[in-house]
């Protein structure tokens, strides 16, 4: 057996090196639909997130806590519930969209948004409130208090979009449900592995690993940097 | 350092217009693949099959399909699952032809009565291919299975080892072909095994995975108390044989016994149940499959230079189940026409 793991890995190292297609068609599907649902994600829940924790108002508890309930839905059941919802017999099927990127950048997309509501929120309400009343007393409007909550807290922002990000790019089980794992069309690294593994292919699946383990490190280096300049 | 400063002044500077810009870029590529994704739903030129998780990890598929494609252009997405979802899939219409290897389930399928409403979810089924299925262990062989037992005594045997507590026979337990097939040759001595080693794990253990991690489990459970066996197709144990080493195959079917015969068929989704399956390619499809050219392709796949499936359009009486066989030459002929010309 460990002679597999050494052929596996030299393996992987030569499909890396080679350029394989195939290889470079899963690296542009897991970035394009981790990186536009993030995105979209972030688009949608930063500005609510951040004036959630703005502003005070009667039912923000429950608010806040149907939030935070929804950061930890688990990806495989999202899977199921945008799958029931694509499905030809359920209420979006005509539109067709099942086993397509489309429908996986729904999915990671609906998973993100309460992550990045989340954190929005707690970072713009752990700004010290010393500050809060400095620019309120400049005499800034809402607007521009709100932007200067959200420069301050940069940081944890960014963090936010880091977790939702490295959960979308490792996420398997949604993305293989709605997705359908398809050669060419909807393989992520994280399906891939799954298939190769399965198949007994340990040279594809260690060079998959290798890879989405450097993207996720180099990301993640890269943007730890970017928050120490920021500040 | 000093060409990096000037660049975040400018982006700063423009954040709107870099924010803007990111947005143009994000939303354009989710749009148009949107509008790929609907516009490739309504192309009949792009069809969905379901198939096994066997079927496909054998790598016949990826031998196959592509010659179809060049020679219809019509492209075909495969999703590999158990064969239980498979049907399910052609049940709800989210694919528009089902390739899979249990043949009670099959003609469920094709049931008018069992379907909804008297419409049947597919019609007109069609013989594939076949291969065999294989009980695999290893050397010291504690049941003591010999060459030339029928299915009948190896399953006795097993059963009498397993109660014994000599042996773990390692179960797919996932709805799959293998697993029902499975569960057929248990009923053919009249038991039901989940239900007799209940709660029983070191006597029969369902581990609810793929083929592969099956028979990896069943390779790695050489103590010598309780040694494992399992039931393979040919196709799968051919992909395999070479890593696991100290597996052997145990039992095998012996002339004149077709209980461990693995027949594959293909089925379209009725387009009457589901009106947007894009049932003339599928027909074409099946057609390929069975024409003399898709039937000589699949023999000619090889894995260890051994044939893992054998073509059987047209000749699957060696199955007393099988007795549509002339209605099928009759309905998939016409399809086949459009291959005649070609060779492997």
């Known amino acids: 057996m460990s002679n597999e793991i050494i052929d596996g890995i030299l393996e992987g190292l030569r499909l890396i090196f080679k350029f394989d297609p195939e290889v470079w068609g899963i690296i542009e599907v897991s970035f394009r639909v981790?990186?536009?649902?993030?995105?979209?994600?972030a688009l949608v829940a930063l500005?609510?997130?951040?004036?959630?924790?703005?502003?005070?108002f009667k039912g923000k508890k429950e608010v806040t806590n149907l939030i935070n309930t929804f950061m930890g839905f688990p990806p495989v059941v999202m899977g199921l519930v945008v799958y029931l919802l694509l499905?030809?017999?359920g209420p979006l099927g005509d539109l067709g969209l099942l086993y397509s990127t489309t429908a996986m950048i729904i999915a990671q997309f609906l998973l993100a948004v309460p992550i990045i509501m989340g954190t929005a929120k707690a970072a713009i309400e752990s700004v010290d409130p010393a500050l809060k009343e400095t620019v309120l007393s400049l005499g800034a409007n809402e607007r521009q208090l709100w932007w200067e909550l959200i420069k301050n807290s940069k940081k944890s922002i960014i963090a936010g979009?880091?977790?939702a990000f490295g959960q979308a790019i490792s996420e398997v089980g949604?993305?293989?449900i709605v997705g359908g794992n398809i050669r060419w069309e909807t393989r992520t690294f994280t399906t891939s592995i799954v298939l190769e593994t399965r198949m007994g292919e340990f040279g594809m699946a260690i060079a998959l690993g290798i890879i989405l383990i450097s993207i996720a490190f180099i990301v993640n280096y890269g943007l730890t940097r970017l928050q120490t300049r920021v500040l | 350092m000093s060409t990096r400063k000037p660049l975040k002044e400018v982006v700063s500077e423009h954040k709107l217009v870099v924010v803007l810009a990111l947005i143009i870029i994000v939303g354009g590529s989710v749009g148009t693949y949107f509008v790929i994704d609907y516009l490739n739903a309504q192309n009949p030129k792009r069809i969905?099959?379901?198939t096994t998780t066997s079927t496909y990890d054998s790598g016949l598929l990826d031998f196959l399909l592509p010659k179809f494609t060049d020679e219809t252009g019509i492209r075909i997405k495969v999703l590999s699952v158990g064969t239980g979802t498979a049907i399910q899939y052609g049940k709800d219409g989210n694919c528009d032809v089902i390739l899979v290897h249990s043949r009670s389930r099959e003609d469920d399928f094709v049931n008018a009565s069992l379907g909804v409403n008297g419409v049947p979810y597919g019609i007109h089924r069609a013989c594939i291919m076949f291969n065999d299925f294989i009980i695999v262990g290893h050397t010291s062989n504690p049941a003591n299975l010999q060459p030339g037992d029928s299915i009948l005594t190896v399953m006795a045997k097993l059963r009498d080892a397993m109660d014994a507590g000599n042996m773990t026979f390692y179960s797919r337990g996932d709805d799959s072909g293998t697993h029902s097939k499975e569960k057929a040759l248990w009923k053919a001595i009249g038991v039901d095994a989940s239900i007799r080693w209940a709660d029983q794990a070191d006597k029969y253990t369902e581990t609810g995975q793929g083929m592969a991690t099956t028979l990896l489990m069943t390779y790695e459970d050489d103590d010598a108390a309780h040694e494992g066996y399992t039931l393979v197709d040919r196709g799968t144990w051919l992909s395999f044989n070479d890593t696991y080493t100290s597996l052997n195959i145990l039992a095998e079917s012996i002339v004149g016994e077709d209980l461990l015969l693995n027949p594959y068929g293909a089925i379209p989704?009725?387009?009457?149940?589901?009106?947007?399956?894009k049932y003339i390619a599928a027909c074409r499809f099946i057609g390929f499959l069975t024409s003399p050219y898709g039937q000589a392709l699949i023999k000619s796949y090889k894995k260890n230079n051994a044939v893992l499936f054998q073509p059987d359009f047209g000749t699957c009486d060696f199955d007393t189940s099988c007795t549509t066989t002339k209605d099928e030459i009759a309905i998939w002929t016409p399809?086949?026409?459009e291959f005649a010309d070609l060779t492997v």
């Open chain 2, 269 to 277: 989704v009725n387009p009457i149940m589901h009106p947007h399956v």
């Open chain 1, 174 to 176: 949604a993305v293989m």
């Open chain 1, 161 to 163: 979009f880091l977790v």
């Open chain 1, 34 to 41: 981790s990186l536009t649902s993030t995105f979209l994600a």
């Open chain 1, 87 to 89: 499905s030809r017999n």
């Open chain 1, 47 to 56: 500005p609510i997130g951040s004036f959630i924790g703005l502003r005070k």
């Open chain 2, 48 to 50: 969905t099959l379901a």
């Open chain 2, 335 to 337: 399809f086949q026409a």
